[in-house]
């Protein structure tokens, strides 16, 4: 699967001129509808208590526990009377400016292959558990669901700043990784952190890693790691103030400032960062 799975400059056959294709729900194998609900149980039960209340709320009103991966069509259905978002199938990764429309127009791209049973644990490439499970129950919050629109029409702004690299990095920190406060406690929404057995306790549970409050300029400067577990987390205080700080904030300017900047490097705290717990590294410093 990886080595054909680059970013191509047009659509590969058998996919529309917006890159989508039919998920071809009828073909999955009966054993890949058991791997979804062998990853689902174990979500599942670890889930209540550490993952966002919206998260949670998602995942119940989207009725993914029905069982088997989710049908494309009939997740839309649910999903678009509650947001209007829809989810589309695409082959892989796909380019920038086509990821950026689909989510600008309230459909998230995912990918309709599952994971083999020997790679429950870890995937680079991320499939339909990741996709589904990881980030659709956040489109049903009708906050998340703004966001995430903003964030595409602000994808189509970026690229023409030459921007990518800081606007992918609130990305990851916030739809892949995030954290969020509730009830004075941190819960996880980041679909990378929901949909990874072992990461769900690592991001809230281990003293490794860093937790520092959001700060939009701080965490566009932040390296990430895209082959093991982060090395930061930020947490932001809700997401209304998450949607209200990115879409008030002009990214214009702010891109200007950034390319005079340094980046940070994964592990480093800055003197004025809101520190929530100081990471001792350990397990980074383990793997190195
Ligand atoms: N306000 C941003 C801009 O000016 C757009 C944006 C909104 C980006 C929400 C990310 C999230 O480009
Ligand atoms: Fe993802």
């Not at 072992?198 to 959001?214: C, K, M, V, Y």
Request: aromatic fraction near 12%; glycine fraction near 8%; proline fraction near 7%.
């Amino acid at each position: 699967m990886a080595e054909d799975t680059h970013v191509l400059d047009r659509p590969p056959p058998g996919a529309a001129a917006d890159w989508t294709i039919p998920q071809g729900w009828d073909a999955y194998t009966p054993e890949e509808h058991a791997t979804w609900d062998t990853l689902f149980a174990r979500q599942r039960k670890l889930l209540p208590g550490r993952a966002s209340a919206a998260y949670l709320r998602g995942l119940d009103a989207l009725k993914l526990s029905e069982g088997g991966i989710p049908d494309f069509e009939e997740l839309s259905e649910r999903l678009g009377k509650l947001t209007g978002w829809q989810v589309v199938a695409v082959p892989g990764l796909v380019p920038d400016e086509v990821f950026f429309d689909h989510m600008a127009n309230r459909r998230f791209v995912a990918g309709s292959f599952i994971r083999r049973p020997d790679q429950l644990d870890y995937l680079q490439e991320p499939d339909v558990f990741h996709d589904v499970f990881g980030h659709v129950p956040m489109l049903a919050d009708p906050v998340f669901a703004d966001y995430l629109e903003a964030y595409g029409k602000g994808g189509q702004r970026a690229m023409q700043h030459d921007a990518l690299k800081w606007l992918g990095r609130l990305y990851w920190y916030t739809v892949e990784f995030g954290l969020i406060r509730e009830d004075g406690d941190l819960r996880i929404y980041g679909s990378g952190i929901v949909s990874s057995f072992a990461e769900t306790r690592f991001a809230l549970d281990d003293a490794s890693p860093n937790r520092i409050g959001f700060d939009l300029a701080r965490v566009m400067r932040t390296e990430y790691r895209i082959d093991d577990f982060q090395q930061n987390y930020f947490v932001v205080p809700d997401f209304d103030e998450l949607l209200r700080v990115t879409v008030e904030t002009d990214f214009a300017p702010l891109y200007e400032r950034l390319k005079q900047l340094p980046d940070i490097p994964v592990a480093e705290v800055l003197p004025e960062d809101h520190v929530i717990t100081a990471g001792t590294q350990a397990y980074a410093k383990r793997r190195t």
